[in-house]
């Protein structure tokens, strides 16, 4: 296959829109689909543009808005607040004629209790829908069904006094889970994957899919799991039977199956392995699933400290186990997780990071906002929106400072809207925004540019071979190589400088995190510096 016959995912940047975030086009304080559509030419099209090729639009649906739209009432159609299907259809077009490709988000596992087949399903035992949600009895003893937690916290069972039984929820009470066993409900989900697609979508990003396959007799899942229970954010997904379970690829294939019957689709899975089997729980999803059509986020780089040693540990034994159609798909940031550059401590790491991910194979993907440089956004307690901040506060498990609005000026609201921005603007806006970064020739924003830039034209980046690299201690570096092409990246993760060994020394710089002119030969790395080098 040639490169122009490849499916496009095979060449692409993905950048994830938090549309709540993204730009208000009316004043509400919250970002909207016009919003988006208003701000295309910024992602693409134009060659001033960043130079993404794909977005994914994090939930638009109507919804009641208990986990911002991670909970739908209705999955074909769009939440007033956003906008409506013409708005959507619009967003599509104008994004395909920029070269952008547009997936969607399509949560599989769960839907708002208000929605109409949970109001049906809890309506009596008896009822048609009854099992297409999750319903148990409580214990002979009176006690829940079993020890699952929520994700958000507290007991996964919430009893429902109509019918005197407990339905799961694995995240909030107001997202109850399907019953991905019921062949009705997975009819029903494949129907509303082809609304979309028919409408011209380019693929998914599958919300939370480790849970719709749990464990058939639903034992109590392991103490051991539960006592690291929020030692981390998202800790509760490595518990061991409320997800996982033997029907999980069954059904991922069956979604993959309706995405392969339209040309070029693609789906992103979230799934967070458990930590005991990080390689070979990725490796498994392309196995199992659709290489040809769907792939996993891998997720280490944005739960690891910036270390070299465990970055090499974790993208040389990734790239190891690939086999050739398996793609991965690196990213640094997402709406779960703190902002990249706070998680990194420094604007100057945060550059190195974007170098790192923008010379990975696969499709990088962004965090709207992280080619800013945007750091957690500070939110006062009466501030929070975030669920999860509210069920467990204090924990830094609040998911709201990395989903504040992205800043487009220094005016007072940074010109994401007229009004109130539902969360507050980041402090450092004034020159932390897109118009400003836009005219500084060393602001993160360009950048990220000039390594997509670089990234397009590079048979090597875009296409060639990933080789482990022995490097000096604290640097982290690989070479891509094609048919013509030969380039090294070099990752210093400290604050200090590194000498290089002779045999970097004779290969070409091309870009470097650091600005001013490139030397001749590059003899050592400065603090976080990162550089492509060109061999000859
Ligand atoms: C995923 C989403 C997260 C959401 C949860 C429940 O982890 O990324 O934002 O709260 O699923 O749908
Ligand atoms: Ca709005």
Redesign the pocket.
């Known amino acids: 296959m040639t490169h122009a016959e490849e499916p496009w995912f095979k060449h692409a940047v993905l950048y994830q829109i938090y549309p709540r975030s993204f730009y208000d086009s009316n004043g509400d304080g919250i970002g909207d689909l016009q919003g988006v559509i208003e701000k295309l030419d910024y992602l693409n099209g134009r060659p001033d543009s960043l130079g993404v090729t794909a977005i994914w639009l ?1 939930p638009f649906y109507p919804s009641p808005m208990a ?2 739209g ?2 739908v009432t209705d999955h074909c159609d769009v939440h007033p607040m956003f906008g409506t299907l013409h708005d959507f259809k619009q967003l599509l077009k104008e994004a395909h004629a920029r070269g952008i490709r547009v997936l969607i ?1 399509f ?1 599989p ?2 839907t708002s209790d208000e929605h109409a087949w949970f109001k049906e399903s809890r309506a009596s035992r008896d009822n048609p829908k009854r099992d297409w949600y999750i319903w148990r009895d409580a214990k002979t003893d009176g006690s829940l069904p079993n020890n699952w937690e929520s ?2 916290g507290g007991p996964a069972w919430q009893y429902d006094k109509t019918t005197g039984q407990y339905y799961l929820h ?3 009470r107001k ?1 109850p889970d399907l019953n991905w066993d019921n062949p009705e409900v997975r009819k029903a989900m494949h129907e509303q994957m082809r609304f979309w697609l028919d409408l011209g979508v380019d693929g998914f990003r599958m ?2 899919v480790l849970y719709i396959s749990k464990d058939p007799e639903y034992r109590d899942d392991p103490v051991e799991a539960l006592s690291d229970f929020k030692k981390d954010q ?1 800790a509760a ?1 490595w518990n061991a039977r409320s997800q996982n379970g033997p029907h999980l690829y069954e059904y991922l294939r069956g979604m993959a199956e309706v995405a392969r019957q339209y040309p070029h689709k693609f789906i992103v899975t ?1 799934a ?1 392995p458990h930590p005991w089997d990080k390689v070979a729980g990725y490796v498994r999803f392309y196995e199992n699933v659709d290489p040809r059509v769907c792939a996993p986020f891998n997720f280490e780089a944005i739960m690891a400290d910036w270390n070299a040693a465990e970055f090499r540990h974790i993208i040389d034994n990734f790239q190891h186990a690939l086999e050739l159609e398996y793609m991965p798909v690196y990213c640094l940031g ?3 997780r703190h902002r990249l550059a706070t998680r990194l401590g420094s604007q100057a790491a945060a550059r190195s990071a974007a170098l790192l991910l923008l010379t990975l194979p696969g499709m990088p993907t962004l965090y709207y906002g992280d080619e800013l440089g945007m750091i957690d956004g500070k939110i006062l307690p009466e501030q929070v929106q975030d ?2 901040e509210k069920n467990l506060p204090g924990h830094g498990y609040g ?1 709201d400072p990395a989903r504040t609005p992205l800043p487009w000026n220094d005016s007072k609201h940074a010109g994401f809207t007229t009004g109130q921005p539902w969360l507050p603007i980041n402090a450092d806006h004034a020159h932390v925004n897109v118009a400003a970064e836009n005219t500084d020739p060393e602001s993160m924003l360009n950048l990220y540019r000039k390594l997509l830039a670089f990234r397009r034209q590079s048979p090597a980046l875009e296409d060639g071979e990933y080789h482990g690299l022995e490097t000096p201690e604290d640097v982290f570096g690989f070479r891509r190589v094609s048919e013509d092409e030969k380039l090294i990246v070099l990752v210093n993760f400290v604050n200090r400088t590194i000498e290089l060994p002779e045999k970097f020394q004779q290969a070409d710089p091309v870009i470097s995190t650091h600005d001013g002119p490139l030397p001749a030969a590059i003899t050592s790395l400065r603090p976080h510096e990162a550089v492509i080098l060109r061999e000859v």
């Open positions: 994090s986990d911002f991670y909970d988000d949560i596992n769960h994700v958000f694995s995240f909030l997202q919300d939370a998202l997904q979230e967070y997402n709406h779960d669920p999860y998911r």
